[in-house]
């Protein structure tokens, strides 16, 4: 069995690391604007990054020991707390309600709050997961949600990598009208997803091709992350 280097973790330590950099530069000093402005985008790609594990846990189970990165799992959990808190301050405690009223309407923030609150939990559960019975420690999931597709005639890799962040998109995008603290998150994800997966052909030089484990069967994708298995 050969394991690729995964690249994607090492990317995502140095945006780790820059970040802190840039985050301590801006406290010290706060008339270091460019520190402030490079922390501020360096968090979002943090977040980008993190935005790949909620596709993935929310549509798959079956995780190999190390599917999941957990960090980054978490840092999403976190962030969707935060969404909920916020929301559910608010809701408490109206201020300013006609500028908050652009997002969505008064109720439809305990709606927001609920969801997240609801969606971290279910997170944390399914991520938290794993199953010692793959073939791969790294494997990342079997479809669940969609896996009629698979047959239908769709490879595991098209569901998990097209279908599944565009079911997410959607998603989003038909709860924005509620709410865009609601469809906004979910639609980030999915898009940071196939910006992850962007990132993984291109860091992979080329068509590597792996196989993975499902269900028995044996599929092949491409991609920096995913392992040679022999």
Not at 84 to 95: D, N, Q, S, V
Not at 148 to 177: H, N
Request: hydrophobic share 45%; net charge positive; charged share 20%.
């Amino acid at each position: 069995m050969i394991h690729n280097t995964n690249n994607s973790d090492e990317v995502f330590k140095q945006l780790g690391g820059s970040f802190m950099t840039h985050l301590w530069e801006g406290v010290l000093d706060e008339k270091n604007e460019r520190s402030q402005k490079l922390a501020f985008i360096l968090f979002m790609l943090i977040l980008a990054y993190a935005g790949v594990e909620v596709v993935k846990v929310s549509f798959r189970k079956g995780f190999g020991r190390k599917g999941v990165h957990k960090p980054r799992l978490a840092l999403s959990v976190l962030a969707f707390l935060a969404i909920a808190g916020y929301c559910i301050g608010f809701y408490l405690e109206p201020r300013n309600i006609e500028d908050y009223l652009t997002l969505g309407t008064y109720s439809s923030f305990l709606y927001t709050a609920v969801f997240f609150g609801i969606f971290s939990i279910y997170l944390l559960i399914k991520g938290l997961k794993t199953s010692d019975e793959v073939i791969d420690q790294y494997y990342r999931g079997r479809s669940t949600w969609l896996g009629f597709l698979i047959d239908r005639g769709w490879s595991p890799a098209k569901v998990q990598d097209v279908a599944e962040p565009l079911t997410m998109l959607i998603i989003g995008a038909a709860l924005l009208p509620v709410n865009i603290l609601l469809g906004a998150p979910l639609m980030f994800c999915a898009v940071s997803y196939w910006l992850h997966f962007g990132l993984e052909w291109f860091l992979g030089r080329g068509e590597l091709s792996s196989k993975l484990s499902n269900e028995g069967h044996d599929y092949s994708r491409k991609g920096s992350f995913s392992k040679v298995i022999n």
